[in-house]
């Protein structure tokens, strides 16, 4: 019996590996999905991007909370200096986004005021005046048919 001898090789693989880490000193996340200040590049996590910053959206109709994102700092100075045109542009589509959700929900409540009152006007209508309405139209209905049989010459 012939025994072969089969020896393994070994290899060691250091890898790198870019690992963010949010910059708020009370946070310690690591690994994180991390979003940056356009302005100054400031690093926060998905927690701290909720509390530490502000994100601007690059349509009024459509959303996407990472187009532009400013930490509380630079966006308050920043809205105080007033020189930048794309923060400007950012808090204009913000300023529109405002304003159409509140004319949407004016209108929305002056619908509502609208229909309720249909209704309950509707409601009001007594039961005499519904059974009125009712056999005036079976007449209404009756008197065409009688007129359209005298057209076409059938008497029944």
Known sequence: MLTIGVSLMKKTIIVEKLVYCCDVASCDAEDIYPITC???????????????GVSYGRSVYINSSEDGYYCNACDLKLASQGDNELHNAYRR???LKEEMKKWSDAFKRSADE???????????ASFSEKRNLIISNRRSV???????QRQ????R
């Open 38 to 52: 356009i302005n100054c590049g400031v690093v926060h996590c998905h927690d701290c991007r909720k509390t530490q």
């Open 142 to 148: 009756a008197n065409n048919q009688n007129d359209t």
């Open 152 to 155: 076409s010459g059938d008497t």
């Open 114 to 124: 609208a229909e309720a009152e249909v209704v309950s006007s509707f409601l009001v």
């Open 93 to 95: 589509i913000a300023s």
